[in-house]
């Protein structure tokens, strides 16, 4: 099979992006390198979609293997298992970008999978690992409005970093990822120590520069060996349902939506909603059909709502927060607690003191380390 590579010089660094040499089988395969770090991405979707479902079956995994890193793992079980947290949250970090580039209505499954090869401990493969699936999805006959860039920003010394060495971080006063098309803003996550606002807006803007140039980068190597996108079949509402729908509910789903409870404001949607399925019951459409159409509905009346009213489906404008309190010492016999609420969400939080002995040594890609803060979160099925 014929080879191609891709490489430009992005921010001071030397991307190169191939495709050819693995996963012949993928609809898309790629390889990207940045340093010592090299990382490969396969895209694959269904040839049917999958009956009975209402919702885009998109599955991204980041699977960390330790050999890229040149270890083995630390545990009497030396085969790897589940994945990290840090490599679920990678998972998450490639699909929020991706999942709403596909067409609206598309029910074929669809996995990208992005294993990191080799680790040189210097530029970040999370990074690569949400281009790797842009440019494997640019490439493959699986419909996608993309490619996207990802870059990951830093701030040192005051200074902006773009895609800092992971030795960098450590010291950096920001941490921000982001991901864009050529034209807009896609997805951000950031955290940081308290940096101006000017810093984040510029840091927003260099790095959508950058982005710009990542998306380049797959586009030209996608004329050079993309393949013709394939004709898959889409899930849509008829739109004379979404007529007779909107004639028949007119204007009380927008006065059911406003309540300042969340139980008073579900149970009148609700009871609006098991109305609408009687009424279309005895007609032609399918009950799935009916489903989606009334929950389009739902969603551009709440938008309308915002945007044009100013009013949130509580009551608050767009300016109002939610009441907020906060309770400690909630429990006798813990080290401490806290209750903190915000409207009608709460947060109950326990913390539990310990010796250094039951740090925990820390078992990924990344250098030896050892971890002393243990952040669990449960969401149990009653919240």
């Known amino acids: 099979m014929e080879t191609y590579d891709q490489t430009d010089e992005i921010a001071g660094s030397t991307w190169t992006i191939g495709t050819g040499r693995l996963a012949w089988q993928a609809g898309g395969a ?23 479902i209402d919702f885009f079956p ?52 669809v996995q990208v999978i992005a294993t990191p090869l080799s680790v040189d401990g210097e530029n970040d493969p999370t990074i690569m690992a949400i281009n790797a699936a842009s440019a494997a999805l640019t490439i493959s ?10 870059v990951r920003l830093g701030y040192v010394d005051g200074e902006l970093i773009v895609n800092p060495k992971l030795t960098q971080l450590a010291s950096s006063k920001l941490d921000l990822t982001m991901a864009a098309s050529q034209d807009a803003i896609v997805m951000v996550e950031a955290g940081a120590t308290e940096v101006p606002e ?49 004639d028949f509910v007119g204007t009380r789903l ?6 300042p409870t969340k139980t008073e404001r579900e149970g009148a949607v609700d009871g609006l909603e098991a109305e609408v399925y009687e009424h279309f019951a005895d007609q032609e459409y399918d009950p799935t059909d009916v489903k989606a159409a009334f929950g389009s509905l739902e969603k551009k009346t709440v ?25 400690v010492g909630v429990l006798p016999r813990v080290h401490g607690s806290g209750l903190f609420s915000r409207g009608q969400t709460q947060a109950l ?7 250094t002995d039951d740090e925990q040594t820390i078992d990924d890609l990344g250098p030896d380390r050892a971890k002393r803060y243990m952040h669990h979160y449960n969401f149990p099925p009653f919240s």
């Open 58 to 109: 998109l599955t991204c995994d980041y699977e960390e293997k330790m050999y890229a890193a040149g270890k083995i793992p630390g545990g009497y079980i030396k085969r790897e298992g589940r994945p990290s947290i840090d490599a679920v949250l990678t998972s998450r970090l490639m699909d929020r970008p991706l999942r709403p580039l596909f067409p609206k209505g598309f029910r074929n499954d």
């Open 198 to 246: 000017d810093v984040i807006l510029e840091a927003l803007s260099k790095g959508h520069e950058v982005c710009r140039q990542l998306v380049a980068m797959q586009i030209a190597l996608r004329e050079r060996c993309g393949k013709s996108k394939s004709e898959y079949p889409l899930k849509t509402v008829p739109e004379e349902l979404t007529r007779a729908l909107y």
């Open 254 to 259: 927008h006065d059911n939506l406003v309540h």
């Open 141 to 150: 006959d699986i419909p996608w409005n993309g490619p996207i860039g990802a």
């Open 30 to 52: 790629v390889t990207v390198a940045l340093g010592e770090t090299v990382l490969l991405a396969t895209a694959t979707a269904s040839k049917e979609p999958r009956a009975g």
């Open 303 to 327: 938008r309308t709502m915002i945007l044009e009213e100013n009013i949130r489906p509580d009551g608050r404008s767009r300016t109002e927060i939610r009441t907020l309190s906060v309770d």
């Open 349 to 355: 939080t326990i913390a539990t003191l310990g010796s």
